[in-house]
Every structure is written in C-alpha cells, then in structure tokens.
C-alpha cells in the first residue's frame, strides 16, 4: 500500500524504530525518566527530603528533555524522496 518501502527493507540499510522518530536511546531514556520520577514520587511519600527530589528533577529536568531532544531524526524523514 506505502510506494515509499520498496526497496528499504531489502537493502538491510533500513532499521526499524520504536516510536517513528525515536531510537533505541531515546526510549531507554525517556524509560529511564519516567522510572526516576515513579521512585521519586514513593520515596516522597515515605518522607524522604533529600533523594526524592533528586530523582524528580533529575527525571523531569534531565532523562526526559533529553530523551526527547538527544538524536533527534527529524531532518531525515522523507530524505529519499
């Protein structure tokens, strides 16, 4: 149906992606992030002052920005066409 993956795949030049523009590292990031900030959260409601907001900002100021913004592909879809 898509005239645009016919000779992609055979070439094994073509990988596939998670998310379309996203790669391996990114997800393992963006993963990374979202664990940070779920161990945060419970470290916060156990009363912890000090590691708890280490790991939320550390998940939403660092692993998640840069999850979303380290190798990004974008200037590269539609490139053979």
Do not use: Q, T, W
């Not at 992606?17 to 959260?41: C, D, H, I, M």
């Not at 156990?46 to 380290?70: D, E, K, N, Q, T």
Request: charged content about 20%; aromatic content about 8%; hydrophobic content about 50%.
């Amino acid at each position: 149906m898509d005239g645009n993956r016919g000779g992609e795949a055979s070439d094994g030049a073509h990988r596939p992606r998670l998310f379309g523009l996203l790669e391996r590292k990114n997800v393992a990031l963006l993963v990374a992030g979202a664990v940070a900030v779920f161990f945060g959260y419970v470290l916060l409601d156990r009363g912890s002052v000090v590691l708890a907001p280490l790991l939320l900002c550390a998940g939403y100021v660092v692993l998640i920005p840069a999850g979303l913004l380290i190798g990004f592909r974008g200037d590269r879809v539609g490139e053979g066409e």
